[in-house]
DNA sequence: CCATGAACCTGGTCGC
DNA sequence: TGCGACCAGGTTCATG
């Protein structure tokens, strides 16, 4: 389900019920939601402790106690928001109590979400690329790591060490946006494509915090709202539709094992 | 190092 | 209505 803007959306709703309160108990309804570690783990390790901070590094939402956090990756179709009671629905895989009495809910219909205890942030910091709305991210950093590349864009800008946290959805858009297609090979593009695919990247993403995600399916947050951003996508599963910036017909084609979609007349390979 | 396809799961959609 | 094929916002692993 999620890409950075839903996981940030996810995050922003869940932050204030958790900061400073504690987990009181978890009830695993699907053992594999918890990957490196065991319930008796969770118990002894993260119940009874203040957490100190909520945040999201690329995909992933990192509950922080001291050094040590609880990471949880929603994959396609995790969803996690707070209830006052427990739910009924039929694909949980968690319910975390917490001190306030509110029940923390993982919710994941392709079971492909998972809980990761790590005793410092470090692990994940180490295998993650950098975040497109950092600091560190910009027109010359995006130069030198597209040029020093041979790799198919797409690929490239959905791999997670390298950039950390686009999906199937953004990279779609931020290459239309900056008429790059999906399929040229890294080093071979222009350095004005790159510079504003930089700023592509960064205005996307911000404009979808700010709708609070895009919703294709059924990405929910906090009482089943959904993101607005799907609006405003221009490209993405809009094969068939006329491009709306030269009216072509929109084109989708498997790329880098994902279903891509592209303007045939705005992105053209460069050689 | 990189591309590809399968695997992990369930459900929705499309064609017949 | 039913059934099979295919697809889905992600990641990891084996293979060539």
């Not at 570690?37 to 690329?58: C, G, M, Y």
């Not at 510079?195 to 911000?206: A, E, P």
Request: hydrophobic residues 35%; proline residues 4%; glycine residues 6%.
């Amino acid at each position: 389900m999620p890409e950075l803007p839903e996981v940030e959306t996810v995050v922003q709703s869940i932050r204030d019920g958790l900061i400073n309160n504690e987990f009181e108990h978890i009830d695993i309804r699907w053992p594999k939601v918890l990957f490196n570690f065991s319930e008796d783990e969770f118990l002894n390790n993260l119940v009874k402790r203040k957490i100190q901070r909520v945040e999201r590094r690329a995909k992933f939402i990192i509950i922080g106690f001291n050094e040590d956090i609880l990471a949880i990756h929603l994959r396609m179709t995790g969803k996690l928001y707070f209830q006052n009671n427990i739910p009924q629905n039929k694909h949980i895989s968690a319910i975390i109590k917490i001190n306030n009495g509110n029940y923390l809910i993982f919710e994941d219909t392709r079971k492909f979400g998972r809980f990761y205890y790590y005793q410092s942030q470090d692990y994940l910091n180490n295998k993650l690329g950098i975040e497109p709305l950092s600091n560190e991210m910009n027109g010359r950093i995006l130069l030198n790591i597209l040029h020093s590349k041979k790799r198919i864009i797409k690929a490239l800008l959905l791999d997670q060490h390298i950039i950390a946290g686009l999906g199937n959805i953004y990279v779609d858009e931020c290459l239309w946006k900056s008429n790059i297609h999906p399929e040229t090979i890294s080093n071979k593009i222009p350095e004005k494509n790159i510079t504003i695919l930089s700023k592509m990247i960064k205005s996307t993403l911000q404009s979808s915090i700010k709708a609070k995600g895009t919703t294709v399916v059924d990405f929910t947050f906090l009482n089943g709202r959904s993101g607005k951003y799907s609006d405003q996508l221009n490209i993405f599963r809009k094969e068939g539709n006329p491009c709306p910036k030269c009216s072509e017909i929109i084109i989708k084609k498997k790329v880098a094992g994902r279903g891509t979609h592209f303007c045939p007349n705005c992105q053209v390979i460069e050689y």
